[in-house]
């Protein structure tokens, strides 16, 4: 593709509600172009790396035998009242009505409409299972859309929905759907990791989440560097402590702390590690008043707490409600001699400590060596309410964990009945019976996946784009392509051979000087540049650099013979084993 | 591809809404289904149709220079505030609030959204001209969605727009395009006319149809089979007529016609041929009463005549205008001795006619022997305002106009400044001065044309599709793969040898009767069958039969010995070369 026939624009400029690196350099490097809030268009240099990413997902799920359809966009109101997620989707469904006053929605997802199908068009348990997938724009009503295409309002998806006549064969298509989403993500050439979305628990979970680690990620992930163990930090499981707790050496001892209310400034005062202090937390729930304990270096896990509840909700004490259980106020709060209205509950961690510091429920003073059995009860309610932090050992205990972030790229679901028993779908089974089809569901975020790999693959210059996405795998650029015919001719040549190689390739014929040139090729982010200008013609050269010290530059034994099919061969080597 | 790891799910009745041939097979065919009014999914198999339609408009737009990009379909309001479409479109167009009551649209074009790109993006007369396109999925609120995807309310449709310095430059690119389009549609294996949509003017005019001919199309279209001369009958030009008025030889008559008032029963009764009743129709426009004159056997064309008045608007004379103006009811009006502020209009071939009959403006009597000059005033307005018939001269008079019946499926357009200029859309000419821009627009209805295909191509047992789109090019029927070893394994080399030739193969390996089979491949409408049976490769034969006879057989000199690469061969060409 020569330049001059193609549409480049760079910008200089990101518009200041840009944050994130993706969404400046995206901006910059004209791949897309906001129309509204929440609204963007692909310019011709970004659509090109939508479809590297549609080809290279639709190719997997065709071979994992998921078969492509298109549903519509627009969705009759009706099917969502029946399961129920007409009111419940809430205000990120963007609801429409046509010039006749019926209701519809702007599909966010389709599994009311691919259940509908189902149960029209599959009978019989012979017809399973099936796997239908498309790729299509959504549009959710973000409230506040921001971050460019990381999220958007309107975007581009793969959702897959997949039916099976029992469980088990769920669970098969489902394992069969982690493996095909894991060799996208590597064919992508991506570093990301697969995440329990559900209960953290190893092995027949019904949800993981994909992820693309980048520092910029909005998720925190907890993953073991040496199994295949990896959560979200909400649901990031901690091991049961294995250390004894060991007996007490110190007296109780009721130690002025004035104004010194947080964890850090006491353990500070009293000169005692942040793992020697408990820390203190009044909340309610159904009225009822719940004191719960954590290591002062541990933070709350909410999503763990709210789970030890029956309504599943929480809330933190109020000031006043504080002192009027308590007697004192939040930070000198602690579990020696409370109301027996308070339901004491106790992080796994504590219960291991001896000796250790907490609030003396007298504003002013804190409590030293402190001990349960002699200073107060023992637990009885001991869980997992922690965040875990990084060296904490993997559920499996086979290595400490590591946090990093990452950006959700991808996520499969078991749905199992949900959506067959509210919208009655059945098929005959082997016995004649009608049953309900058993589902799951795989989303891929294709337009987000640009952002994320952005986000993960730059550096000051630009994007630094992974092989298989490039819009362009080489760039050449040329210095005086339109006024030396060596330099057009020999720039031609290059060009032609590597497209009738299959290599994607921009020739830059703007007669642009270098320097524009080099740094527009830098900021869109082209793996490999070819310099072709007349003084090193002169000389017998012909320049090859790769955009990053990672990409692996061929090595070129005569300048002037340029081995452009070792250069394709090599190319369309990293991207066929990504 | 193997039936069982694909979906395949054909219906033995269309539903009775259903009026359209193709609209019923598509949907017998388990093409698409239907979600709602005017909403359809692409089942798997109809999907294949669409893809094959795109990769070939994909490939003629690219190879004319145009540059693929994706807008999104949600579009605000102020974009068509601006370019006063707002209220115009009418209520067609969806219009959407979002979560905070701002006003958005499903965009069902997008010359608006382009502009806005262009005024922002395109600064200089060095960056045109430019061609985007688009394919997308739009969506149109017709009033009476029907005909299945014919006329759906969401469609794919393939929308470009080009930018220009110049008006010179514009109407290159539109002949372009004129050109490209005609590849298209002789790619897809179409029989289609491109159709003068404006002026009826040869040459210079600003906006062509594309139509695919099919019996039932909603077009009429006068055509010159010797000519490339081809216009909406409602545009058709009749050439002005070449022979002299013959002098009169009858005398004026008045004659009884009682309760005889059409032209048909006139003829009849009074034993003259329908051409030589002169038929007059009273209208009003801007409260003016007008008489138009018309050969008996030629009908009004409202178009023409609406564009003889500056309102471009002209209504029909009620009865009782009628009778107060020409003292007489409709049947009997007539052009001799009419009232003074009526004007007499004349079609071109009435002005050739002599020894005429017309209403004598008298209840139940119609003059003989009429003729201009001695009976009334030679016409002074003689125009053309009646449809053309069969036999009519080609305007540039090479031969005698046909008509047919067509499907719109394309549309290019001049749009010229008309957006720039509401838009404000400039950029600077080689002179350094502000200039609007020059804006063509080029449309393909993609879903549209998978109905149109069918319309043209089917028969009584079901779609009989053209190479280029047909889901699959060659079905492989089997009676007893799953029972006969050798059946399985000839279905599955033949099957493997003719996929990995890059010929798009259904192997039939469901097991069902031949009978279900035949008729599901038939109604499929795959253009190849091949048959292995037990009892015929017992026989040392494969049989091998083609859809419809149009459609070549490659001759098999050793059936056994199946020419699979002959087949190949053959296919790909008929492909390429369509």
């Known amino acids: 593709m020569l330049a001059s026939q193609f549409f480049l624009r ?3 400029e990101a518009p200041s509600e840009a944050e994130l690196v993706s969404h400046k350099l995206m901006i910059r490097a004209g791949l897309i172009k906001k129309l509204g809030s929440g609204l963007y268009s692909w310019m011709p240099i970004g659509l090109r790396v939508i479809r590297k990413i549609e080809a290279i997902v639709r190719d997997e799920m065709n071979k994992a035998g998921a078969i492509e359809m298109l549903m519509p966009a627009i969705q009759p109101a009706d099917l969502w009242q029946k399961s129920e997620r007409w009111e419940k989707f809430g205000p990120q469904m963007l609801k429409i009505q046509d010039r006749h006053n019926r209701d519809y929605c702007f599909g966010p997802t389709h599994e009311e409409v691919i259940t509908d199908i189902a149960r029209q068009e599959i009978r019989s348990y012979k017809h399973l299972p099936v796997h239908f997938y498309q790729i299509q724009t959504k549009f959710r009503d973000e409230i506040r859309p921001r971050f460019g295409v990381m999220r958007s309002r309107e975007f581009i998806m793969k959702d897959g929905y997949s039916f099976h006549a029992n469980e088990g064969d769920l669970v098969k298509e489902y394992k069969k759907m982690h493996q095909t989403y894991s060799r996208i993500f590597t064919r992508l050439g991506l570093n990301f990791r697969s995440v329990d979305a559900d209960t953290g628990a190893i092995g027949g979970s019904g949800s993981h989440e994909f992820h693309v680690l980048a520092d910029s990620g909005e998720d925190t992930i907890a993953y073991c560097p040496k199994s295949d163990y990896a959560a979200n930090l909400e649901l990031a499981q901690c091991s049961a402590p294995s250390k004894k707790r060991q007996s007490p050496t110190k007296n109780l001892v009721k130690v002025p702390t004035p104004e010194t209310t947080s964890c850090d400034k006491i353990a500070q005062l009293l000169g005692v590690p942040l793992e020697n202090i408990v820390k203190s937390l009044l909340i309610i729930t159904d009225s009822k008043p719940h004191l719960l304990l954590l290591r002062g270096d541990h933070t709350l896990n909410e999503t763990k707490a709210s ?3 029956a309504t599943r909700k929480f809330r933190f004490a109020s000031q006043e409600e504080i002192t009027s259980l308590m007697g004192c106020p939040a930070g000198y709060i602690g579990p020696v001699n409370i109301p027996s209205n308070i339901e004491l509950i106790v992080d796994q961690s504590v219960v291991q400590m001896s000796d250790y510091v907490c609030g003396a429920n007298e504003e002013g003073f804190h409590l030293t060596g402190v001990n349960f059995y002699r200073d107060l009860p023992e637990p009885l309610t001991i869980k997992d309410i922690r965040n875990v932090v990084e060296g904490d050992m993997d559920p499996s ?13 991808g996520h499969i679901f078991q749905l199992k009945k949900t959506y067959a028993d509210k919208m009655n779908a059945h098929f005959v089974d082997k016995n004649g019976k009608q049953e309900l089809f058993n589902m799951g569901c795989y989303g891929i975020g294709i337009s987000r996946i640009v952002a994320a790999a952005i986000e993960q693959n730059h550096d000051d210059r630009g994007i630094v784009w992974p092989i298989p996405l490039a819009p362009f795998q080489v760039a050449i650029a040329t210095i005086g392509f339109n006024k030396n015919p060596e330099v057009k001719q020999t720039a031609m040549d290059i060009h032609n051979e590597l497209e009738q190689a299959g290599i994607d390739v921009l020739l ?5 000087r270098p320097g524009v040139m080099f740094s ?3 900021l869109i982010g082209i793996p490999y540049r070819i310099t072709i200008g007349e003084r090193t013609l002169q000389d017998g050269k012909v320049d090859m650099q790769s955009r990053a010290d990672h990409i692996p530059l061929v090595p070129l034994e005569n300048e002037m013979q340029l081995k452009v099919n ?6 369309l080597n990293i991207e066929n084993n990504a």
Not at 397 to 409: D, M, N, T
Not at 508 to 512: G, I, M, S, W
Not at 566 to 571: K, S
């Open 307 to 309: 789970k030890l509840f």
């Open 520 to 522: 527009d090729l830098d």
């Open 10 to 12: 760079t910008h200089r």
């Open 508 to 512: 830059d014929d703007r007669d642009e």
């Open 566 to 571: 070792q250069i394709c061969e090599q190319i």
């Open 397 to 409: 205990g086979s290595a400490p964990l590591k946090l990093c972030r990452g950006i959700e790229v």
